[in-house]
């Protein structure tokens, strides 16, 4: 678990965790100088271009999309993960996917691998939900509202249809950003072959995306933005090797993933990776909030865009300290401080255990966000940490003027 800036929509899920710190690229608001802003009305279909001179495509109904997609053994439907709009559009699309196609399965981004276990349980119908989610470790290995997803989880229930934990563990990320794929055993990989070699294209955007977050860098920069990109390319084959397995297993079904659309936008993540284990007949289709420009419809981006209705615009991001988390019998470790981060300004270390915060006994991940994301802008919260056997106060000033909440290119 991390306890870090929470980005909208769909961007750092945490940004240790590297969890969504690219699974959106940047969409500005408003369109560019003498263009009319607002690309269509919510509810329709466009067709990226084929070049850049040309127009969008609208296409009149989901029915016409549909047919588009005959033949298609993998469908990614890219969303921002805390937009509801998205999720709302994925359950129309699932419904509707099934209606053609009953032989179907559902790859999720939001749970690792080691969890299959749990989501086969709950298709059967063997846990009630609130179970189901305690035993997925919803809280700490995704984080975000339940309640966007569970109406997709209840739909697989429904229809008895394989749920597929689609990820990898936080730390085989975190790991490979750290030291690098060469750097991570073999034993640590979860199975995972290497990825191939992103384009130039994707390269180019995940450079934008660690030119955007100082707390990336830290040593030989070079060297850290390789292990950036081997980290995210590991994170797109682990879930592409996830689908592709699944369809040698069963070819004749349907496999729907659900995920950020960073890993799907220009079959720069997932896609890549699926087409180098000769998985093809992939579509690639996302949503545009419909007071954005049509000229974020670059050739490419997808296969079809979903017009959504306006979202807010961002807020404050909530209190974050910029730290990995992990339980342990004598309480929470801090297992990572991260360079630049409040966590490491207030004088927080790798290692040390905190037993309380703001005078309260914490003995799970949960509880320390709890505490810190409910702390006011301008406050102090007090932590008594375990360093080297001895009990220490460690005071956290947050900040009177939180950063606001920003896109970030590149899940998110």
């Known amino acids: 678990m991390t306890i870090t800036s929470q980005l909208s929509p769909g961007i750092l899920l945490r940004s240790l965790a590297l969890a969504c710190l690219i699974a959106t690229p940047h969409i500005a608001r408003g369109a560019p100088s003498g263009e009319v802003a607002g690309c269509a009305e919510p509810g329709q279909w466009l067709i990226p271009p084929a070049t850049q001179a040309e127009p969008?495509?609208?296409?009149?109904?989901?029915?016409?999309?549909?047919?588009?997609?005959?033949?298609?053994?993998?469908?990614?439907?890219?969303?921002?993960?805390?937009?509801?709009e998205d999720h709302r559009w994925q359950l129309e699309m699932l419904t509707a996917l099934r209606l053609r196609h009953p032989?179907?399965?559902?790859?999720?981004?939001?749970?690792?691998?080691?969890?299959?276990?749990?989501?086969?349980?709950?298709?059967?119908?063997?846990?009630?939900?609130?179970?189901?989610?305690?035993?997925?470790?919803?809280?700490?290995?995704?984080?975000?509202d339940a309640e966007y997803y569970l109406p997709l989880f209840r739909f697989a229930r429904q229809y008895a249809l394989p749920m597929l934990a689609l990820n990898v563990e936080r730390g085989l990320v975190k790991q490979v950003r750290t030291s690098g794929w060469e750097g991570t055993a073999d034993a640590l990989r979860e199975g995972v072959g290497r990825p191939v070699e992103p384009s130039p294209l994707y390269r180019t955007e995940l450079k934008a995306t660690f030119d955007q977050h100082p707390t990336l860098k830290y040593g030989d920069e070079a060297s850290q933005f390789a292990h950036f990109v081997e980290a995210q390319t590991l994170w797109d084959r682990a879930m592409a090797e996830g689908i592709a397995q699944f369809r040698r297993a069963r070819p004749a079904t349907l496999v729907v993933g659900i995920l950020g659309a960073g890993h799907v936008r220009h079959g720069y993540g997932v896609p890549h990776q699926l087409q180098a284990l000769n998985a093809d007949q992939i579509a690639k289709l996302i949503t545009l909030p419909s007071d954005h420009s049509c000229s974020e419809l670059t050739p490419g981006l997808a296969d079809a865009v979903y017009v959504i209705p306006p979202q807010a615009e961002a807020e404050s991001a909530p209190p974050h300290l910029g730290i990995s988390l992990k339980d342990t019998p004598l309480g929470v470790m801090i297992e990572m401080v991260m360079p630049g981060s409040l966590a490491q300004r207030s004088g927080l270390m790798n290692g040390d255990v905190i037993v309380q915060a703001a005078g309260t006994r914490v003995s799970h991940i949960e509880e320390v966000r709890a505490q810190v994301q409910r702390q006011p802008a301008g406050t102090w919260l007090p932590l008594q940490i375990l360093r080297g056997g001895a009990s220490l106060e460690i005071v956290v000033r947050f900040p009177a003027n939180p950063e606001p909440l920003r896109h970030a290119p590149g899940k998110h």
């Open 103 to 144: 032989d179907m399965a559902i790859g999720f981004e939001m749970f690792p691998r080691r969890l299959q276990p749990v989501l086969d349980l709950w298709v059967m119908g063997q846990i009630p939900e609130a179970e189901f989610l305690k035993q997925a470790e919803w809280d700490s290995v995704w984080g975000f």
């Open 56 to 84: 969008a495509l609208p296409i009149k109904t989901t029915e016409d999309v549909l047919d588009r997609l005959t033949g298609k053994h993998v469908v990614l439907l890219g969303e921002n993960h805390d937009c509801a």
